[in-house]
């Protein structure tokens, strides 16, 4: 897939086929993304906890919330529309530079992408409490979980839809429940010199 649609097809996905599951060597080639990212001073002082047990990923699930832009109860997957699959970002807090989320954003676009390019589908969530994380997952005191990304082959479709910077950015679900995501404008968002 060209690049441009690949970037056009990575959306939040928040409905999955759970009956689909992500082999482990998708997983694997997912998960070697995580070299290809830059990061600040190449210090690569994230760490990532593969969570792939369906029991686990369960708890992860029941500790998230979804689509901040509307309702828990119309956007939260229901049975059957889960993800099968998540990957925490973990930050050490003792080594945390001031570009921390930009090497965050670097390999999460490298996982979400490579996830896209297998038509996988991926949801990143900052809606996490890291005490509940720690206790599900079990890592060090001195990291911190602020990010999960929920995996999985998606029921939904997600649509880019062109906005004016002064229509309401706001994403939201059609007739069908399908997801239309607001983008401005490149020429309004852009200044060329």
Do not use: H
């Not at 689909?20 to 997983?27: F, M, Q």
């Not at 965050?104 to 509940?132: F, M, P, Q």
């Not at 997600?158 to 906005?163: G, L, Q, R």
Request: with cysteine; aromatic share 10%; hydrophobic share 35%.
């Amino acid at each position: 897939m060209e690049v441009k649609n690949l970037l056009n097809w990575r959306r939040s996905y928040r409905k999955f086929d759970e009956s689909k599951k992500i082999s482990k060597k998708d997983k694997d080639e997912i998960l070697d993304s995580i070299k290809f990212a830059s990061c600040a001073n190449n210090r690569q002082t994230l760490r990532f906890i593969s969570v792939e047990s369906e029991e686990k990923v369960l708890e992860i699930f029941e500790n998230t919330k979804w689509a901040a832009s509307l309702s828990n109860e119309i956007c939260r997957p229901k049975i059957g529309e889960r993800p099968v699959y998540f990957i925490a970002v973990l930050t050490n807090e003792d080594k945390k530079l001031k570009f921390n989320g930009i090497d965050e954003g670097l390999v999460i676009s490298n996982l979400t992408l490579t996830a896209a390019e297998k038509g996988i589908g991926s949801c990143i969530i900052g809606s996490v409490n890291d005490n509940k994380m720690r206790e599900i997952l079990n890592y060090e005191n001195n990291f911190s979980c602020e990010v999960v990304i929920a995996f999985g082959y998606p029921k939904i479709k997600s649509t880019i839809k062109e906005i004016n910077t002064k229509e309401d950015q706001s994403y939201y679900l059609d007739e069908d429940k399908n997801y239309i995501v607001p983008k401005y404008k490149v020429e309004d968002i852009v200044r060329r010199m």
